[in-house]
């Protein structure tokens, strides 16, 4: 997989982004994390949170101007979350640990510190930190800078003494009543390998500090080494902002005294507008919490951060069970994706997440920058196919039964003279509802005057599933010879997934949906809701209807005119979830297929209402009530299978070649009927429990029926004297399949029978 490709997607998921109160604080603080914390009334936690952030947590905590709240997307839903109240609670209600200076490694240089407020007493810590001799200069009689014109109500004394005790725990030379002059200054420039000026906007009045122009956030004078914070010659004062202005013009001076660039790399520093989405839909205003005493109550305070969205980007892994699974998000996902693919690493995950993806593209749609991880998961697998890391035999069976129901016992192609129309059904319908096939085939005849050919076969989308485009590409053109044949009718598609293969012959071939169709020309009279079905349903969109928005019209305009009253599910029409069946993934991840469907059913108590027969299958196997709705129109189907249950692989494949003959002989004269091969007319006695394990197996009673036939033709088959049963295999692909059976009146009993990958080979040994 391309490293830039991957690159590019990457930066399309932004949950890593910050959220807007972190991005808008100078400082970066962890507002978010600090307020989870106290949504569980874990004060010590945000307050150990709060002060990996903040230098002097008590000062900041008081007096805290906020600017965060700027970026609070609770701002237009009760009003933006109450963080410095918040910061105060952490102080008052958790327990502080003492703050630990710790110096990384001694470094050549020495810094002056001009100012003792916020932003020089940070610059100096920060730099004493990293390792560099530090004197500062402050010319009142004590430390503070403007923190002092607050204290009071606002500052205690006590708090502010606690978080200056700091400077008391490194060797920083601190000169308090010392005055920077014009006279003094030149000669401290002189004796320092660099000066950061932090005196503040009256000290800027000064000549020598009025020559000192911050760009920004730093700065460099045509006197190499003197760097100022930009709080030096601002009036309004913000000391969130006074503490980030220090530390940011220390690691100005780190950088310079490093002899690296000053500027470089330093893009997110500062306060930055987010590009984290957070979805507010369906989020109630909640009025901001208002204190009873002089400050928040513990109480108060976790009721306050309960209003807190906590903001973050997951709507593609609240919707996709894949995703969530996983416990991560699609930035994490695609890196470790492309890191297995490109280099094996971890391969045997990436496979369980590659074939657990429905490519039902919902994550793209719900995405804000359109990141598909059904993209990345169906470019993975095509890589991991082409370089046979793919073990085969996972989507061995859908692809055989793909070529099967393509076979010349299960399709066809009817071709009326001057067909206008051509009947795509799929392959599925073909196999799970035969019987309402042909009721809607002969209804198109009515009302487009036989002017409608039909075609029975697959689509080849479990070719493309499953990564096989060379197959999938035969398939499609095995199709477009029928199509061409027909004189290049328009297709009427009934499958929408088979609607999403076919674009790939969409250039030169109209398609218009069999749910269209019905809705305009259907007749009045004829819409009629069968008594037997539910008339309170919820509609479930098909995922690959998402951007077909006249289908899902004209499928609810059917519902409407049957008398149904509808409910819509929460992930429907654009945001419609997949059933499971797409990707192939109940063949390659059935768990994962299952987990699909049942979050897909969750979402409402009453029976569904669909119109793709997989949809269906998937959620009668999961005891849900689920109908067709081609059974709304013409009566439940003949097929249906029990709720629990699933239409056995046998008899889907079965019904296929039924309907082949009964179309065959009702609309396509003197079309020769398939003969069936001697081997398919063994007779096979098979109890529920046995054929139930080869459903749960996917082995087929043709597979068992052609097994037995060589065996007894071949005498290759090796027979137990003790039970008289027999046991041989057939290896007619990749899978080998084994049965024990004995002879039972005129046919054979079937004991047991499973399958697996291994190869039996022969070798003769000589003497």
């Known amino acids: 997989m391309d490293r830039d490709y991957i690159r590019k997607l990457e930066d399309k998921c932004i949950q890593e982004c910050p959220p807007g109160c972190r991005s808008l604080c100078p400082l970066h603080s962890d507002v978010r994390a600090m307020i989870a914390a106290e949504q569980k009334g874990d004060f010590t936690g945000a307050l150990e949170i709060y002060m990996k952030a903040v230098p002097f947590p008590g000062i900041l905590g008081s007096i805290c101007d906020a600017p965060c709240r700027a970026g609070c997307v609770r701002s237009d839903l009760g009003g933006a979350i109450s963080v410095q109240e918040l910061e105060a609670a952490a102080l008052r209600y958790g327990e502080r640990k003492e703050r630990k200076v710790r110096i990384l490694r001694k470094k050549p240089g020495s810094v002056a510190v001009v100012g003792g407020g916020l932003s020089g007493l940070s610059g100096a810590l920060y730099l004493y930190e990293k390792g560099y001799k530090v004197c500062l200069y402050e010319k009142e009689s004590r430390l503070g800078g403007r923190v002092l014109d607050y204290l009071g109500d606002q500052l205690s004394e006590a708090l502010l003494q606690d978080d200056l005790s700091v400077m008391e725990k490194t060797d920083i030379e601190i000169n308090c009543s010392a005055v920077v002059t014009d006279e003094n200054f030149p000669d401290l420039a002189d004796r320092y390998s660099a000066v950061l000026v932090a005196a503040g906007a009256k000290a800027a009045e000064e000549s020598w500090a009025a020559a000192i122009k911050p760009d920004s956030w730093f700065f460099e004078t045509e006197s190499a080494g003197i760097f100022a914070a930009g709080s030096c010659t601002r009036s309004n004062y913000s000391p969130v902002l006074s503490i980030a202005e220090g530390k940011r ?120 920058n359109d990141l598909s991880m059904g993209d990345v998961c169906t470019q993975g697998k095509r890589e991991l196919v082409e370089r046979g890391i793919m073990p085969p035999a996972i989507h061995d069976f859908p692809i055989r039964d793909m070529l099967d129901a393509n076979s010349e016992s299960c399709s066809l192609t009817t071709c009326p003279e001057n067909s ?153 029409g654009e945001k419609a979830r997949c059933c499971g069946f797409g990707g192939l993934v109940s063949h390659a991840e059935p768990d994962m297929g299952k987990k699909i469907s049942r979050a897909r059913i969750s979402e409402s108590r009453l029976d569904y209402g669909v119109y793709c027969v997989m949809c269906r299958e998937h959620y009668t196997a999961e005891k849900k009530n689920s109908w067709h709705l081609f059974e709304y129109l013409f009566g439940p189907s003949e097929h249906r299978a029990t709720l629990g249950k699933r239409i056995s692989w046998s008899s889907r494949q079965e019904n296929r070649r039924r309907l082949r003959e009964e179309t065959g002989n009702k609309f396509a004269s003197g079309l020769k009927p398939a003969e069936p091969e001697e081997w398919e007319r063994l007779r096979l006695f098979i109890g529920p429990e046995v054929y139930d394990r080869m459903e749960e197996r996917m082995i087929l009673v043709r597979n068992i029926q052609k097994l037995i036939y060589d065996a007894e033709l071949s005498g290759r088959k090796i027979v137990d004297p003790l039970t008289n049963r027999i046991t041989a295999s057939d290896k007619p692909g990749i899978i080998t399949y084994w049965a024990e059976y004995s002879p039972e009146n005129d046919g054979f009993r079937v004991h047991r029978a499973y399958s697996h990958r291994l190869e039996i080979k022969e070798q003769n040994f000589e003497d």
């Not at 061409?484 to 030169?508: M, N, Q």
């Open 420 to 572: 206008e129309y051509i009947y795509f059904p799929g392959c599925q319908m073909q196999a799970l509802m035969p019987d309402l096939l042909l009721k809607s085939y002969r209804s198109l005849l009515q009302m487009i005057n036989g002017k409608i050919a039909l075609h029975l076969g697959c689509c080849g989308a479990p070719a493309d599933w499953a990564a096989r485009t060379g197959l999938r590409d035969d398939v499609l053109e095995a199709f477009r010879l029928e199509w061409e044949k027909c004189g290049k009718p328009v297709i009427i598609y009934a499958c929408t997934s088979c609607r999403k293969t076919l674009a790939h012959i969409a250039d030169e071939a109209e398609l218009v949906s069999v749910w269209e169709i019905f809705d305009r020309l259907l007749p009045a009279e004829s819409i009629i809701r069968h008594p037997d079905l539910p008339v309170h349903i919820a509609v479930a969109d098909s995922c690959t209807a998402r951007s077909l928005p006249a289908v899902r019209k004209s499928v609810r305009n059917l519902f409407e005119k049957l008398g149904c009253i509808t409910e819509e599910l929460e992930y429907n």
């Open 249 to 368: 013009a220390a690691l100005s001076i780190d950088r310079y005294l490093q002899g690296v660039s000053v500027s470089a790399g330093r893009e997110s520093e500062g306060s930055y507008e987010s590009c984290l989405f957070t979805k507010t839909d369906g989020i109630k205003n909640e009025a901001v919490v208002e204190s009873e005493g002089l400050y928040f109550s513990r109480e108060e305070a976790k009721k306050e951060a309960s209003r807190c969205l906590l903001c973050e980007c997951m709507e593609c892994v609240k919707a996709c069970s894949l995703l969530e699974s996983y416990e991560s998000y699609p930035r994490r996902y695609v890196r470790e994706l492309s890191n297995s693919v490109n280099q094996f690493y971890g391969v045997r995950k990436t496979k369980h997440m590659i074939n657990g993806c429905t490519d039902c593209g919902l994550c793209g749609y719900l995405c804000p």
